[in-house]
């Protein structure tokens, strides 16, 4: 591997409760310690909230938990509604009886949302074996602090007047985002046993801040591995989903592959991570190759090829900021030679041979997608298309680069040309220095040339004008096999560029290839 990382104690600033107090010296803050005060319940905000304070990372989702000594019933939902009645039509409440929670979201001048605020009351958990669901009783702040995660996740600042900003971290917290420490609060292997979740929230917490786990906590991760099974696809793809979209996801993938993880919930990946020795001879690790790739992609900002990836019209596909974009084609470099452990031969001359992977690959792609709960739309048809294609630039650039070859790539990637080419760049990780930077240089032929068929519109370029109902109409077929060898005559001429894509000479064309099929005008 050409990429290695390193945990770095976090970026973050300690604070006294004095600093705390003027931290969230706001009126939303002044407000839900008047709400929680005016009802004799003790109020703290908790978890995330306050772990991004000392990482100085600004946060408008605030989680708050509410303890009644004195056995108030929901807790949570008094507070939430004694603060929407302050903020008056600012504010918007939700409530959810049966989970004894509330959310209030406020609204600025403008009518945009500018705070999210949970409020649950304190509670103790247990878990039955089979399920992620907790029995969930009424409990002390200590019970709260004690079901968190982790011990980073399970600090709280008290809100109510007498103690404002009170720091509460039972656990040292604290400690452990100075050390860049991922630690759980209790015995790790009840914390991942009970939520099996945790685990891969554990790996994406460690991958989000460069963290290290701490060890126990890891060797809770492999012994408790096969407990993942009990939770959905969708919850595991939504995790898979955030840890791709931090700044170094192969990390994440290679935790996922130590603890076993990665076996259990996408083993075509984790079966790539093996080198097979035959007379002497070894094909890379096409796990780490994998890992290189998406890390070359992440380094690489999307727009810095000279087309941008969007389509044609302007539009960002698969996500309309383009984040959804990057998701996708990250999901592509992960998946983009997945068909290699199937495709895999010994050739006495060659050595081994991966023929045909990419399709292989592409094929699996809806299986892969269905069983982990992703989308089966344009996401997955995007993801699948890159798979295929993923090999065509490379063979462009490790040859002369043609005109017609260029033309055939871009007809057949269509719009996403760019994130093919910005996938390919990335695959681009050979070890001989001058074998790669002939690779790079024949790329910048490829992407002028693109360039060049955009600048001349190539959808109208490179689809012939005449159509096959026009065909049909011309030579009074119905849709047959004769029709399909004439378009993709025209076709082959116009992406060859022997003729314009004008009228006149596909005329011609089409009229001596008819009469070679015996076909008449009408």
């Not at 939700?94 to 004894?100: A, D, E, P, R, T």
């Not at 126990?216 to 012994?223: D, I």
Request: proline share 4%; net charge negative; hydrophobic share 40%.
């Amino acid at each position: 591997m050409s990429f290695f990382f390193c945990n770095f104690a976090a970026e973050m600033k300690d604070y006294t409760d004095a600093e705390l107090a003027q931290i969230l010296d706001k009126d939303i803050f002044h407000m839900i310690s008047e709400a929680a005060d005016s009802l004799g319940l003790e109020c703290y905000v908790v978890g995330g909230y306050v772990r991004d304070i000392f990482l100085e990372k600004p946060s408008d989702d605030i989680d708050c938990v509410v303890v009644a000594p004195d056995g108030t019933p929901a807790p949570g939902i008094a507070v939430a509604k004694r603060l929407k009645k302050m903020l008056g039509k600012r504010a918007y409440l939700s409530v959810f009886k049966n989970f004894g929670t509330a959310q209030v979201k406020v609204y600025g001048e403008a009518g945009s949302l500018s705070l999210e605020i949970e409020f649950v009351g304190a509670r103790r958990e247990s878990y039955q074996r089979d399920s992620r669901k907790p029995i969930v009783e009424d409990g002390t702040l200590e019970d709260d602090q004690n079901r968190r995660d982790f011990t980073i996740n399970a600090m709280a600042i008290c809100l109510n007047k007498d103690r404002f900003g009170e720091l509460v971290d039972p656990f040292g917290g604290i400690d452990d985002l100075y050390d860049g420490i991922i630690r759980t609060p209790l015995d790790p292997d009840i914390t991942f046993s009970d939520d099996p979740l945790r685990m891969l929230r554990c790996i994406r917490f460690a991958t989000r801040f460069n963290f290290l786990i701490e060890d126990e906590t890891f060797e809770a991760l492999e012994r408790n591995a096969e407990r993942i099974k009990i939770i959905s696809g969708e919850r595991i793809a939504e995790e898979l989903n955030k840890t791709l979209m931090t700044k170094h996801p192969s990390r994440g993938f290679v935790d996922l592959q130590r603890s076993g993880l990665l076996a259990l919930i996408l083993p075509e990946l984790s079966h790539m991570d093996m080198v097979e020795t035959k007379n002497g001879r070894a094909h890379k690790n096409n796990f780490y190759h994998t890992l290189e790739v998406l890390e070359n992609l992440v380094k690489a900002p999307l727009n810095s090829h000279e087309g941008e990836l969007s389509h044609s019209d302007g539009t960002p596909p698969l996500g309309e900021d383009g984040r959804g974009l990057q998701l996708w084609l990250r999901w592509a470099a992960l998946l983009h030679d997945i068909g290699k452990p199937k495709s895999k031969r010994w050739d006495p001359n060659l050595g081994w041979t991966f023929h045909a992977h990419n399709t292989i690959g592409a094929k699996m792609i809806p299986g892969i997608f269905k069983r982990m709960k992703l989308p089966l739309d344009a996401k997955m048809k995007f993801v699948q298309k890159m798979v295929d294609l993923h090999m065509r630039p490379i063979a462009i650039a490790d040859d002369i680069v043609t005109d017609s070859a260029v033309r055939r790539l871009v007809n057949d990637a269509g719009d996403d040309i760019d994130s093919l080419m910005a996938l390919c760049e990335a695959d681009i990780t050979s070890k001989n220095q001058q074998r790669k930077q002939k690779f790079l240089d024949n790329y910048q032929l490829v992407h002028q040339k693109i360039e060049d068929l955009k600048e001349k519109d190539f959808k109208r370029l490179l689809q012939p004008v005449i159509d096959g109902n026009e065909i049909m109409e011309m030579y009074n077929l119905k849709p047959s096999r004769e029709v399909g060898l004439l378009k993709q005559y025209l076709k082959e001429a116009v992406l060859d560029n022997k003729v314009e894509n004008e009228r006149e000479a596909l005329l011609t064309l089409l009229d001596e290839k008819a009469k070679e099929l015996g076909l008449n005008k009408e």
